[in-house]
């Protein structure tokens, strides 16, 4: 019986990624994240910067000032035509 190798913190990055990945909503919060998970919003923010290249940051932020975030693959499946030309122009998400 082969035991599960994956470390706590290899756990918690999945499990942030599949929070941004099957959320009814299209773009995340780290304190959504942090309080539908139950972890402390400075793991969110780990998980977050050790996912770069599965993880893109909107180039807007919510009515309060909070960054938003979403998975690379949700992203290119949700949003339109035009924002992904502007981002690849911008160099930016959106």
């Known amino acids: 019986m082969e035991e599960d190798r994956a470390t706590e913190p290899e756990k918690q990055k999945e499990a942030v990624l599949k929070a941004m990945e099957e959320s009814d909503y299209e773009w995340r919060t780290i304190p959504g994240i942090s309080k539908e998970l139950d972890l402390d919003p400075k793991i969110v923010v780990e998980a977050i910067s050790q996912s770069r290249e599965d ?27 035009w924002t992904k030309f502007l981002g690849a122009f911008k160099n930016r998400i959106d």
């Open 55 to 81: 993880v893109v940051r909107s180039s807007r932020l919510t009515d309060n000032g909070l960054e938003l975030f979403t998975t690379r693959s949700r992203f290119e499946t949700t949003a339109p035509v």
